[in-house]
């Protein structure tokens, strides 16, 4: 276990911590005394159906759904039980930086999306009864989530809305992701997750953030010169005061983690490699949601699952920055086209 404040509630906000007991995982091995954390807005109503679901994604912890979610928003938190549930890895919940021995650092066991939302489903029936959620709608890792929690809990599930990611990763994600993987563990600092500080990785962890510029936006963002969204005024700033900074802050193991899982996000697993059979399982009414400029996940795979979907739309988000406008970059530009969507499913 080593200590890194870019974890800490000062940080990344309030967030209270389950306890699952050993949790086992799908590709074996437990999580002893599995820490499950998560944040609430709102007030469960005694039917104990307002439940919304929110999942986090990579990188990413629940303070990241901040801007999604206030009064006058479609996640209302005056009318809905808002939960916000950091998948495991994330650095909140139980990760390799913060888990103690023999799970700790480089021997953290192999997490995957189906992990994580089966301890979500635990924890909210375990600790708050609920039978039956409003909603479940997350971003990127968070739309794997969102899939997976339709396809397995289909009877539970009444909408879901993946924003920015897809149901089975593509081999161009995939091979992607590699990338950003081989950036930390290139590292001679990474020691094969054994370092004894992530400032020991800082270069791996520079290199990684150098290739999040390439692909976490558009080649339009450049053009049009939108790092200035991000408070910055010029690309080496962009890179040297916001990108660089911001996963130098991480820890490499906790993202190492979280990519192999994202990697190998596949409902399909469900029905022995059979999406369409996957996604046929589905009750709820589902939106998917695109960022038409994504590189990651664009809207063509997207909408081909979609079709896959009896009960469900294609509704397109544009945003100029590409997968990174999920950071919400743009304000009320990008949050009322999101807004307009889920107040729509969840007016159905």
């Known amino acids: 276990m080593i200590e890194n404040t870019f974890y800490s509630e000062k940080e990344q906000g309030p967030y209270s911590n389950y306890n699952l007991g050993d949790f086992s995982l799908a590709e074996g091995g437990i999580i002893p005394n599995c820490t499950l954390a998560y944040r609430t807005y709102g007030t469960l109503n005694k039917e104990k159906n307002n439940v919304i679901v929110i999942p986090t994604w990579f990188s990413g912890t629940s303070k990241g759904y901040e801007p999604y979610i206030g009064a006058g928003r479609a996640l209302d938190p005056e009318k809905y039980f808002i939960v916000v549930f950091n998948q ?101 600092g990474w020691n094969k997750g054994n370092y004894t500080s992530h400032t020991e990785v800082a270069d791996g962890l520079k290199r990684h953030a150098n290739i999040w510029a390439v692909m976490g936006v558009s080649t339009e963002f450049y053009v049009q010169e939108k790092w200035k969204l991000f408070g910055t005024e010029t690309v080496d700033e962009f890179m040297e005061g916001f990108l660089q900074p911001l996963f130098q802050s991480m820890d490499p193991n906790n993202l190492l983690s979280m990519a192999w899982k994202w990697q190998r996000g596949d409902v399909s697993r469900m029905t022995n490699g059979n999406l369409e059979e996957a996604l046929g399982r589905i009750k709820a009414k589902v939106f998917v949601m695109p960022i038409d400029e994504d590189m990651f996940f664009p809207p063509r795979d997207c909408e081909k699952e979609q079709q896959m979907i009896e009960n469900s739309e294609l509704r397109l988000l544009h945003s100029i920055v590409g997968h990174f406008g999920l950071f919400g970059a743009e304000g009320e530009a990008y949050f009322e086209q999101v807004d307009y969507h889920l107040s729509e499913l969840l007016a159905e």
């Open 88 to 188: 495991i890895g994330n650095g909140l919940s139980s990760s390799p930086h913060n888990s103690p021995e023999p799970i700790a650092m480089g021997d953290f066991p192999k997490v995957r999306i189906e992990d994580d939302v089966k301890a979500q489903h635990q924890f909210i029936t375990e600790h708050f009864g609920v039978k039956e959620i409003a909603l479940v709608v997350g971003g990127s890792m968070g739309a794997q989530q969102t899939y997976e929690w339709a396809v397995r809990f289909p009877d539970m599930v009444k909408r879901a809305a993946p924003i920015a990611g897809t149901a089975k990763n593509t081999v161009h994600d995939f091979l992607f992701t590699d990338t950003l993987m081989e950036a930390i563990t290139s590292d001679p």
